[in-house]
């Protein structure tokens, strides 16, 4: 099981995580979205009972129980989209996304 960060994503996260006196980046999904689960980026500012904590060059990634087989083995990137700059998340559970790319489908869904 793992969570990755790109090394923009990392500096990004580095920075927030410094300015906040957050613990880390919280990472999971939500229903969302017209594909059913959209990716939760957030500062983590508690680990809570059910958190699996990654960690990736100094910076720890929490990760609730009811998200980590949807979002395991995910990419965490930060760059452009459309005129803002945004998380973007490269995760090899999606197997359809929505068009707007906001919101992704897995197997499991789709049985």
């Known amino acids: 099981m793992s969570i990755t960060l790109t090394p923009v994503a990392l500096q990004r996260v580095q920075r927030f995580v410094a300015e906040s006196g957050a613990l880390g980046l919280r990472f999971g999904v939500t229903r969302t979205g017209c594909s059913g689960w959209g990716h939760v980026a957030d500062l983590a500012r508690e680990q809570r009972p059910d958190d699996t904590v990654f ?31 945004t998380f973007l998340f ?7 996304e929505c068009g707007c790319g906001e919101s992704f489908t897995t197997q499991a869904d789709l049985a």
Do not use: M
Request: glycine letters at 14%.
């Open 55 to 85: 960690e990736h060059e100094g910076v720890k990634v929490y990760v609730d129980a009811d998200s980590l087989s949807l979002v395991d083995g995910t990419e965490i990137d930060f760059g452009k989209q459309g005129l803002g700059e």
């Open 90 to 96: 490269r995760n090899p559970n999606a197997t359809a």
